[in-house]
T-cell receptor, first 116, second 110 residues
Framework: DAGVTQSPTHLIKTRGQHVTLRCSPI?????VSWYQQVLGQGPQFIFQ???????GRGNFPDRFSARQFPNYSSELNVNALLLGDSALYLC???????????????FGEGSRLTVL | RKEVEQDPGPFNVPEGATVAFNCTYS??????FFWYRQDCRKEPKLLMS???SGNEDGRFTAQLNRASQYISLLIRDSKLSDSATYLC???????????FGAGTRLFVKA
């Protein structure tokens, strides 16, 4: 079975641009969450979606937005990119049984964003 | 104060050694606790859940101390393949936030 897939794997943008990152969860998983990981730090929670609804949001500015589609795939959008947005963006899926966050996360390999 | 704090290490240990990591959390209402492992330039992977009664999985033992708000991970008989960053994860009660610590780096040497 396919794991969590993310695209693109690497991308380079300039300040002020916007970016869209995509994630396909494991088949049957209804919950998707997004994380930002800066070198030397742990993943920082950005969003969690379950059944197309936002269930949790971390301490990120409104420039960050996301959505989940009927097939449970998800997009993370970041507008007005700053140099500090350079990071590895990780998507994780989980079964999301009854919408409960079980903490059992299956991560994709991430999208590495460089902002110049 | 960070919500989840870990000693960044690195811990450098010889093969066969026993090593322990601690992690403290600030929210006393936290409900679920986990250890994840992340290899260099790879994605995190679930190592084990942490239960109040303590739990063991082979060479790995996890403990939770709610009174002192810390969790621990003990690795016995360390292997070269245990070299990785170990991430402490906490889920607050009623929330959908998943909070990761900054990780503790372990190097196991022959």
């Amino acid at each position: 079975d396919a794991g969590v897939t993310q695209s693109p794997t690497h991308l380079i943008k300039t300040r002020g641009q916007h970016v869209t990152l995509r994630c396909s969860p494991i088949s049957g998983h209804k919950s998707v969450s997004w994380y930002q990981q800066v070198l030397g730090q742990g993943p920082q929670f950005i969003f969690q979606y379950y059944e197309k609804e936002e269930r949790g949001r971390g301490n990120f500015p409104d420039r960050f937005s996301a959505r989940q589609f009927p097939n449970y795939s998800s997009e993370l959008n970041v507008n007005a990119l700053l140099l500090g947005d350079s990071a590895l963006y990780l998507c994780a899926s989980s079964p999301g049984l009854a919408g409960v966050n079980t903490g059992e996360l299956f991560f994709g390999e991430g999208s590495r964003l460089t902002v110049l | 104060r960070k919500e989840v704090e870990q000693d960044p290490g690195p811990f450098n240990v010889p093969e066969g050694a026993t090593v322990a990591f601690n992690c403290t959390y600030s929210n006393s209402a936290s409900q679920s606790f986990f250890w994840y492992r992340q290899d260099c330039r790879k994605e995190p992977k679930l190592l084990m859940s942490v239960y109040s009664s303590g739990n063991e999985d082979g060479r790995f033992t996890a403990q939770l101390n709610r009174a002192s708000q810390y969790i621990s991970l003990l690795i016995r008989d360390s292997k070269l393949s245990d070299s990785a960053t170990y991430l402490c994860v906490v889920i607050p009660t009623g929330g959908f936030k998943t909070i990761f610590g900054a990780g503790t780096r372990l190097f196991v040497k022959a």
